[in-house]
């Protein structure tokens, strides 16, 4: 499986920005996926989560109440919305994907994008 991370960029805090997945596989709906990111000097840490159906999502408080994970199986694409963002949610974000369900712990994923780097200005 092969994911692309794409949409990141420069955004005020306060603002908003949408992050996206694409996966390369024809399965994509049989696999979780979940995002990461890893700030400057940081260890990579786990950001949300989200079944393979969709109908679940899970999120790291830290970004609870103003992210939404969710995904679109025709289009094997899941996306990040990140509203009313910080300076500290400045960071490279990575998607990953797992057969079953989904998972918090970046191992339990073996499949890996190429992060998108995500700036929040003060």
């Known amino acids: 499986v092969q994911l692309q991370a794409s949409g990141g960029g420069l955004v005020q805090a306060g603002g908003s920005l949408r992050v996206s997945c694409a996966a390369s596989t024809r399965t994509f709906s049989t696999y979780a996926v979940g995002w990461f990111r890893q700030a400057p000097g940081k260890e990579r840490e786990y950001v949300s989560a989200?079944?393979?159906?969709?109908?679940?999502?899970y999120y790291a408080d830290s970004v609870k109440g103003r992210f939404t994970i969710s995904r679109d199986n025709a289009k094997n694409t899941v996306y990040l919305q990140m509203n009313s963002l910080k300076v500290e949610d400045t960071a490279v974000y990575y998607c990953?994907?797992?057969?079953?369900?989904?998972?918090?712990?970046?191992?339990?994923?073996?499949?890996w994008g190429r992060g998108t780097l995500v700036t929040v200005s003060s």
């Open positions: 989200i079944t393979s159906s969709g109908g679940i999502a």
């Open positions: 990953a994907a797992r057969r079953g369900g989904p998972a918090t712990i970046e191992g339990s994923f073996p499949y």
